[in-house]
């Protein structure tokens, strides 16, 4: 019975190594300064990898403003690329006690991670992701970026253990 106790537990420790470690390869670390005011605004959404809630939508824009209580309205807004219809959605975000990562819902009290990766030090653009490997975003100020400077993000992204080749590109960014 103890060896029985004994080979479970070391199967679990084994288990949950296993895990941390395929969920490591992916570098989460947030940028070390972000005031909240430099969130707010209109963001561009230039690149994402493809997700049940933007699916079938281009033109993909965030908006962010103060809420009352201090924490950040969330208004994602673009068109359905079939029918071209717009659609919006809207949350709110949440500051934590790491400057490049927010808590962000867009239903009830479901939170999910939203971690500033990189940033451009001007604030023109921003590398996103989350707790989980399927998130990333590459959000702009500006419809477009030159070249070599979305080239940059995507290298960044690299190597920070994320595919980049399943990235969904925008149309604009990609005629550039």
Request: charged share 25%.
């Amino acid at each position: 019975m103890r060896r029985m106790m004994l080979l479970f537990f070391l199967l679990l420790v084994t288990g949950v190594f296993a895990l941390s470690c395929a969920s490591g390869k992916i570098d989460r670390r947030t940028v070390r300064v972000m005031s909240p005011e430099g969130l707010l605004g209109r963001w561009y959404e230039l690149a994402r990898f493809d997700h049940r809630f933007e699916r079938g939508m281009t033109d993909v824009e965030a908006n962010y403003s103060f809420l009352p209580d201090g924490s950040i309205r969330v208004e994602n807004s673009g068109r359905d690329l079939e029918s071209g219809e717009p659609r919006t959605a809207v949350g709110h975000a949440k500051f934590t006690d790491d400057p490049g990562r927010l808590r962000v819902s867009f239903f009830w009290k479901f939170y999910s991670d939203y971690n500033i990766l990189e940033r451009d030090p001007a604030g023109g653009w921003m590398l996103i992701g989350s707790s989980s490997p399927r998130y990333l975003w590459i959000l702009s100020r500006t419809p477009t970026l030159p070249a070599p400077v979305f080239d940059h993000i995507l290298e960044q992204a690299r190597l920070r253990g994320y595919d980049t080749s399943k990235l969904l590109i925008s149309k604009a960014q990609q005629e550039v």
